[in-house]
């Protein structure tokens, strides 16, 4: 992918742009073999591949579109009302345009043009900190807009604003917006009065009739509310719960969790009549959503499959591991966030006689740690998935199996 951002050295988010699109992928597959080399494994290689010393069978590498894969942007505004800047901040502090950054899909850069121009016209002024220490002053109002795009082509427009004084302005004015921008579907405000590493604030305004945004994945449409996680990459998060399903299948478990569910993509891929499955996620948004999607799915014909599903908002580890828990099920899924299981739950996982599990990772380095944890969970397939090209980050999905 040939970027102008990059090669005059305003943008270095992609840290691989540099390198051929199949080496990327290639050095993640052998980044995670190595990490994973030392954990105990349940089966052998079938495939002369990179990863051949991990002594477990590796299934081919789910590779993603070099370009326009993103279905969500984050971007800084800055600049002035008159002259907005969607992009990124430099190191000076500097707007960096990048509403034509070749990450975003075509529908999502041409949203960027119409909602510059509604930033002028409901007088948002960005967001500014100048000085620093406690001589640090802030100033304006809009942070970022937050811009998700469904599968299906409509718009989430999310605004995070430092304060509520601008939310009558962007009532007042919101209605032209839906007129230029006819896929904008849901729109809310977010407010963040820290000046903090933190994205977003508790408070969600919404701002649209429509709270939720339809992200359809085979034949399972999930509800994406404002304050919830989705995968950014569609197509690759679609192959991901595909192969969950089948090796979950394969297994055939009776009852199944979904620890750390998000929206209930796993959750919700894997049921099957039959198959009790809870799904646990701590945002209560999310939680929210989940269960929206799964009474619609019932309602359409698909009872059985969806009739012992259910989801409810706790923390994964308490509610594996404290003394109200329920009844063991026969497989987890966990899906963490960066940081991983953690030590508490793989204890429980290595000593709770649970079969199988199946973790999906977003960090290798957590994953492998976790899986140290667990020695009598062993490895017995596992796939990587590009969820994010040009960058060194990637999602894997390990089967695990019971010594």
Known sequence: MQCLHYDAGRCHSCTLLEIDYPTQVLDKERHVATLLDSVPTGSTVEEADPTAGSGLTWLPAVSSLESGFRN???????????????????????????????????????????????????????????????????????????????????????????????IARIRKHLPSLLAELPALAVASANIQPKHAAVLEGDLEIPLTERTTLPMRIDDITLDLRPQSFFQTNTAVATELYRQARTWVDEVGPSTLWDLYCGVGGFALHCAAPGRAVTGIEI?????????????????????????????????????????????????????????????????????????HVLYSSCNATTLAKDLAAMPSLRPVRARLLDMFPQTSHYEVLVLLGRA
């Not at 945002?283 to 012992?308: C, M, P, Q, Y």
């Not at 953690?342 to 006689?353: I, R, V």
Request: hydrophobic share 40%.
């Open 72 to 166: 969500k942007a984050k971007m800084v505004v800055s600049g002035t009302v008159a002259e907005p800047v969607l992009g990124i901040l430099d190191r000076a502090g500097h707007g960096v345009d990048l509403t034509d950054c070749g990450l975003y899909p075509d529908a999502l850069q041409a949203s960027f043009v119409p909602l510059a121009a509604f930033v002028t016209q409901a007088g948002l002024e960005p967001y500014e900190v100048s000085g620093r220490g406690k001589r640090a002053q802030q100033r304006g109002e809009l942070k970022y807009l937050l811009v998700t795009l469904s599968p299906d082509g409509e718009l989430m427009v999310r605004f995070v604003l430092r304060s509520q004084e601008s």
């Open 283 to 355: 945002s209560a948004e999310a939680i929210a959503a989940a269960s929206g999607t799964v009474e619609k799915l019932r309602d359409d014909d698909a009872v059985e499959r969806f009739r012992d599903v259910t989801f409810a908002a706790g923390d994964a580890t308490e509610f594996a591991v404290g003394p109200a828990a329920p009844e063991l099920p026969e497989m987890v899924i966990v899906n963490p966030p960066r940081r991983g299981i953690g030590p508490d739950l793989a204890q429980w996982l290595e000593t709770s006689g649970i079969e």
